[in-house]
């Protein structure tokens, strides 16, 4: 087939075909359309960058956040315990006024500025069994005057 | 016409495309390096944390030691002996101040320091001066919160003793960083320091303190475990006024004193003196602490002598031959004895205190009379091997299991070196060096039936949860037979009654003991000082059921020098007021046994 017969052939119209009835297009929605719901706007408008962005600096934040509270709590703890050694000092320092106080020597110093001595000698009185009577008690006679003096 | 329109299209869609995947690649790009970042945050901050925070550390924090408060000391009645109270030590770097006169104008009325004193110190350039060691923590937080540049307070403690002097040779003491220095503070200073704490701060790379930077704490200290004594704080105090006051009367050197729960070994009272107001320059007098005891001239040893001073004991010596000769059947109570005036050994003379004729005396009367001769009568009966044993048997020449530090197992004699004259001089106490304590153990064993008890100063643990802990028992061992024990009862009965020893007595009561007088030797050479004795008296009562046995030893005393005229007097005065504090039932009137015996005329005990 010649360049000439080919081209003749194309040009020959076709026979031609029964047409089905025109009718309208039913619209097709773009699958990747835009919803019109505020989340599907919103989510259109936050990329994954953005996305990447907010959660660091939400992280960051959080991250701060819980350092202030944990130097928050240190210090907290920090004065409680400067309260606990300054109790304990002076809980300690009471004691020791009390020891003080109570010990012999002051008890023996008080005694002394009252004019309170040691008996230069204490009598113990031997032990007497029970078990033997004890020996009836003599008495003497009246005095034969009173001893007031001065009468 | 339309084949350039469908071509630019081609070309818009292709190139819009391209666009696309460009940024597509681009947010990939982004997204990973972001996903990146986020991986490498979280890599820092969780899963290093720790490692970079030691590594920050390391370069901002320094750690510091925080003192754990130091263990309390209690008497048996919970008074309190010794205890610790917190304190600031307060620390001037001087390269951080600028204005030291000013600085030490806001510090001298804190401190308790003139400014003049203060400027010097400020301007030392030394960075690290300290300007108070112990500084009250009311004083300190008030200089706290005037925050000045340069100035830091560090946690310390201080060690107080409310009684003064009261037990101080037994206390013992600390050093300034608050370790025990000396007695049960160094002996139990594992117990009684605690567990110290660890705090960071922060500072310079050039280890500055940095201002207003909050110390983190790593560790809290762990308070230090108390100690609650055997000790019973009134009769200590009189104990030491008693010994003091006679130290000071008899003009002696040293003086010791312990009295001693009969049945469980507990040290109800521990003294040693010393009396400044003599000295000897053949004795070495111990050092003394500091702290006035209330008598003029009288301090706590340094040293606690009933336990880390030896000395030849004397006549107190001679409870060993007569114990081991009424063990072995060699002697009874009376035994009749012919005692001469002296005896020659090797060219050695030995003597009584006393010049005397041909005396015939029972053993008893030869320990009522203190005979030097006669218990080398009895010692020779007994010979050297059980002579030596004994005084191993009642402890002595081994540690008391006292556990004191320092503490002496003393000096004795062995088989290998017994010379013919120690028959006579090992049992009248001129050989062997002994602790007072162990002296007092033996006597002990006597009034305990024959039952050795380990003394013992603490009765319990105190910890800082408030839990006490009892301390165990004292070990026990049968030393004498009871019926040996009761024979010497009634033995040392006869000393105190119409003995050497009468002044021990103690109205009411009936007193057992013995007196000792014995020479001091020269540190170091083969001779006796002139003059110089060490007087003893050791006993127990009541007699016959015995409740508190004691020592007394004085040393030096001068110009009396006796056992029975200077140490049994303030046994008397001790022993009186201990059993009337414990409520110790008086004792029956005691018939003295009537002995068979010649007219003996003396009554001193030199040995």
């Known amino acids: 087939m010649t360049a000439r017969a080919t081209a003749a052939a194309r040009s020959a119209p076709r026979e031609a075909e029964p047409r089905t009835p025109l009718r309208p297009v039913p619209s097709v929605r773009h699958p990747r359309a835009p919803s019109p719901s505020l989340w599907g706007r919103a989510r259109r408008r936050l990329s994954p960058v953005s996305v990447a962005v907010v959660l660091v600096a939400a992280s960051l934040v959080a991250v701060v956040v819980g350092n202030m509270q944990l130097a928050a709590g240190q210090l907290r703890l920090q004065q409680l315990q400067a309260d606990l050694v300054a109790v304990q000092s002076a809980y300690a320092s009471t004691l020791q006024k009390v020891a003080t106080l109570e010990g012999p020597a002051t008890i023996a110093a008080q005694a002394r500025d009252h004019h309170r001595v040691p008996p230069s000698e204490i009598l113990q009185i031997p032990a007497v069994s029970l078990a033997r009577p004890l020996p009836a008690p003599t008495f003497s006679s009246a005095p034969c005057c009173s001893l007031t003096p001065g009468r | ?607």
């Open chain 2, 1 to 607: 016409m339309r084949t350039p329109r469908r071509a630019r299209s081609t070309i818009g869609v292709r190139s819009r495309g391209s666009l696309r995947r460009r940024v597509n690649v681009l947010r990939t790009i982004v997204l990973v390096g972001v996903c990146g970042l986020v991986v490498q945050l979280v890599n820092l901050q969780v899963v290093r944390a720790s490692h970079f925070q030691q590594l920050s550390a390391s370069q901002l924090l320094s750690n510091v030691t925080v003192p754990a408060l130091r263990g309390g000391i209690f008497d048996r009645d919970g008074q309190l002996l010794a205890e610790s109270i917190p304190t600031r030590t307060v620390v001037a770097d001087d390269f951080q101040i600028a204005n030291p006169v000013q600085e030490a104008a806001v510090l001298a009325p804190l401190l308790g320091v003139a400014a003049s004193t203060l400027v010097p110190k400020l301007t030392e350039r030394n960075g690290y001066v300290v300007l108070a060691a112990h500084l009250p923590i009311g004083q300190a937080t008030t200089l706290e919160n005037d925050a000045l540049p340069g100035i830091t307070l560090l946690d310390s403690s201080a060690r107080s003793y409310p009684d003064g002097a009261l037990a101080g040779s037994l206390l013992g003491g600390t050093h300034a960083d608050g370790t025990g220095s000396a007695g049960l503070e160094y002996e139990y200073q594992s117990l009684l320091a605690g567990q110290d704490g660890v705090e960071r701060v922060f500072e310079s790379p050039n280890g500055v303190a940095l201002p207003s930077a909050q110390p983190v704490v790593v560790q809290r200290p762990v308070p230090g475990t108390g100690l609650e004594l055997t000790i019973d704080a009134p009769l200590q105090f009189v104990t030491e006024q008693a010994l003091g006051t006679e130290l000071v009367d008899a003009h002696g050197l040293t003086g010791t004193a312990v009295v001693l729960d009969t049945r469980t070994g507990q040290i109800l009272s521990m003294a040693s003196l010393v009396n400044t107001n003599e000295s000897d320059p053949s004795i070495v007098a111990p050092p003394t602490w500091p702290t006035p005891t209330g008598i003029p001239g009288v301090y706590e040893s340094q040293n606690n002598l009933a336990v880390t001073s030896i000395y030849e004991p004397g006549s107190v010596f001679k409870i060993v031959p007569f114990s081991e000769g009424l063990t072995d059947g060699v002697i009874t109570p009376t035994s009749p004895f012919a005692v001469p005036d002296y005896v020659t050994l090797d060219g050695h003379d030995f003597h009584d205190a006393e010049q005397h004729g041909l005396e015939h005396l029972t053993a008893t009367q030869i320990l009522e009379y203190s005979s030097n001769i006669g218990t080398y009568e009895i010692s020779s009966r007994l010979g050297e091997d059980r002579l030596l044993s004994g005084i191993r048997r009642l402890g002595f020449g081994r540690p008391t299991g006292l556990g004191f530090p320092g503490e002496s197992p003393g000096i004795l004699m062995t088989a290998a070196g017994f010379a013919p004259t120690d028959m006579a001089a090992l049992p009248i106490g001129q050989v062997d060096a002994v602790t007072p304590l162990q002296v007092l153990d033996a006597y002990n064993v006597i009034a305990n039936r024959g039952v050795f008890v380990t003394p013992s100063l603490v009765r319990a643990y105190l910890g800082a949860d408030g839990a006490i802990r009892s301390a165990a028992p004292s070990a026990q061992h049968e030393a004498l037979t009871p019926a040996v024990a009761r024979e010497l009862v009634h033995m040392l009965i006869r000393v105190v009654a119409g003995g050497t020893g009468t002044q021990a007595a103690v109205s009411g009561y009936t007193i057992a003991g013995k007196t000792g007088t014995a020479e001091i030797p020269y540190a170091g050479r083969a001779a006796y000082v002139p003059g110089a004795y060490n007087a003893t008296f050791v006993g127990f009562a009541p007699a016959q059921h015995p409740v508190l046995s004691m020592i007394v030893v004085i040393q030096r005393p001068t110009p009396v020098i006796y056992g029975g005229s200077v140490a049994a007097p303030v046994f008397a005065r001790v022993m009186s007021y201990a059993l009337h504090r414990y409520g110790v039932p008086t004792s029956r009137r005691v018939s003295a046994p009537s002995l068979q015996g010649g007219s003996v005329t003396f009554l001193q005990d030199v040995t």
